[in-house]
């Protein structure tokens, strides 16, 4: 569908500077972002992926004063979050690192034996042979066996798939310094020696929780790393997808991820929901749905019940051309709805409200972006080349930035919708003491909803019909204020909205939920690692 794609076509930047100030202006500037996390995604790729892992390394080993090996098995014991390894520094180094179960090198005679003095002999205890010192390796721990044992041990476990080595002594806990690992392995089984490579480097994707596949598909074969630790957010990957770092799907928010897949796997039915509601009735005995054949206007269900397709009413079987007996349905009268509380159809009649909005608003999605943006772009051009009027007048990024703001708030109201399906369907569960909650916390949802519709049907049609380039000045400068205004409401009340979902709806569930939080520009695009 449409709305699920994301495509960066503009690349522009916000210059505060230029928009009008008014009373909304502290309050986005208090809900925006530092700035330092905005540029905290990143793209990688295979070329640049000994990189980023060496960033990370370099910045522990230097944190903690230790060797690769050992950032590295810290690293993955903290499924390399560099926030899970500052939030322990104050437990200090020792305790740290004893934590995820790495041992510092003690000052060992037998390696400095080694090298001093290298016909010394001494005895493995795997191999049972006396080896001289030239040929023995002494690990961080102070463990000591010849390199012929040590070489198998290793390649035992990079065949098993093992990325941490331990120590062959028994019961030792330490991991082996890798560097060993490698000069020993590549001397004898040099391929076994790039597959452990291979498995440290993959590491850096596999056991990461900040880092993650681009789900694109065909795949992009890039991963995004998100600095922050942050799980709930959404990224636009350099191949232009949009999507959760929580859940992988394509960008949802103000919904939360669970509900998403709920509202997707549900989405399926949505056409055909609504042709069962179109083109048949209830039975008013047995409340399945009959579909009518024939010009006769009595209708007899599989259960046996007779009804009149006009009214829906059960009835008797007897019947002419023109009338039911005993049955008359040519008056109007109320709804009678409860009385024949048909709670299936009533369920299909609810969804069909929730997903024609969630729809009609996609759909907009979809042509505001694929013809509008075109347009306002060319627009945009023609205005530029128009040098006889004034500078300050050829510049149309106002048009394009608003144009953003436009598909991004669409995007924002269609997902509300589907929130608002399970939110007040009464499928999820809140808390007890919710309740009272949930009915104020809704008016104040539905509010803000037909506000930001009103104000981004608004915005949709003042851009349409924005033709700057064949505008006078005053009206160019009119209009270009009305757009910058809109656009500052239109984001407001996303704001407010994505408040309201988060901290005054979501916390009634007896499950708790998050949403990423609002970017009025959409989510935060991940740049290139340059290897
Ligand atoms: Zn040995
Ligand atoms: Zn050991
Ligand atoms: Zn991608
Ligand atoms: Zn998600
Ligand atoms: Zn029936
Ligand atoms: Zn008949
Ligand atoms: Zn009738």
Redesign the pocket.
């Known amino acids: 569908m449409a709305s699920d794609e994301e495509e960066e076509e503009y690349g522009y930047f916000y210059d505060d500077d230029d928009a009008e100030e008014d009373a909304s202006a502290g309050l986005e500037q208090a809900a925006a972002p530092p700035p330092e996390r905005r540029a905290d995604y990143w793209a990688i790729t295979q070329e640049s992926l000994p990189t980023a892992q060496k960033e990370d390394l370099s910045t522990v080993m230097n944190l903690l004063n230790v060797k690769q090996h050992q950032a590295r098995a810290l690293l993955i014991h903290h499924r390399w979050r560099m926030d899970g390894v500052y939030d322990r520094l104050d437990k200090g180094r020792e305790r740290m690192l004893r934590d995820a179960g790495i041992v510092l090198q003690e000052n060992n005679i037998m390696a400095a034996t080694g090298s001093t003095m290298p016909w010394r002999i001494m005895h493995c205890n795997v191999c049972f042979e006396d080896i001289p010192m030239g040929v023995v390796l002494t690990m961080d721990c102070g463990h000591c066996f010849c390199n012929d044992c040590w070489t198998q041990h290793f390649y035992a476990a990079v065949e098993s798939g093992k990325k941490q080595i331990r120590c062959m002594e028994v019961k030792c806990p330490a991991f082996c310094d890798e560097d060993h690992v490698r000069r020993l392995l590549s001397r004898k089984y040099p391929e076994m020696a790039k597959r452990f490579n291979r498995f440290l480097l993959e590491s850096y994707l596999e056991d990461n929780d900040s880092v993650k596949w681009c789900p694109s598909a065909p795949n992009c074969g890039r991963a995004i790393r998100v600095g922050t630790g942050e799980r709930y957010c959404e990224v636009e990957c350099p191949c232009s997808l949009s999507f959760c770092f929580n859940c992988m799907a394509h960008a949802h928010s103000p919904c939360p991820c669970t509900i998403w897949e709920k509202w997707n796997a549900k989405r399926t039915e949505g056409e055909n929901i609504k042709w069962i509601l179109a083109n048949t009735k209830s039975c008013p005995k047995c409340f399945k749905a009959i579909e009518k054949n024939?010009g006769?206007?009595?209708v007899r269900c599989n259960c046996g019940q007779c009804m009149c397709w006009l009214c829906g009413g059960g009835t008797g079987l007897d019947?002419t051309?023109t009338s039911i007996a005993g049955h008359s349905c040519n008056r109007y009268k109320e709804e009678t709805r409860g009385k024949t509380a048909d709670s299936s159809r009533e369920q299909m009649q609810r969804y069909k409200h929730y997903y024609d909005r969630f729809k009609i608003h996609g759909d907009s999605y979809g042509v505001e972006k694929q013809k509008l943006g075109p347009t306002l772009l060319e627009r945009v051009r023609l205005l530029e080349a128009d040098l006889k009027r004034p500078l300050t007048i050829r510049d149309g990024d106002w048009l394009i930035r608003a144009h953003r703001r436009l598909l991004v708030s669409r995007q924002v109201l269609s997902r509300s919708y589907a929130f608002a399906y399970y939110m007040f369907g009464g499928e999820l569960r809140t808390r007890p003491c919710g309740r009272a909650g949930l009915a104020v916390a809704r008016n104040l949802f539905e509010d803000q909803q037909e506000q930001l519709e009103q104000h981004v049907e608004r915005l949709s049609e003042l851009l349409a019909g924005a033709d700057a380039a064949a505008m006078p000045e005053a009206e160019i400068v009119q209009a270009k204020q009305k757009a910058v205004t809109l656009v500052k409401t239109v984001e407001r009340l996303c704001g407010e909205m994505y408040k309201c979902i988060q901290d005054e709806l979501l916390t009634l569930l007896v499950e708790p939920m998050t949403i990423a939080a609002y970017r009025p520009d959409g989510p935060d695009k991940a740049e290139e690692l340059t290897a």
Request: with cysteine; proline share 0%; glycine share 16%.
């Open positions: 024939g006769c206007n009595l019947h051309w």
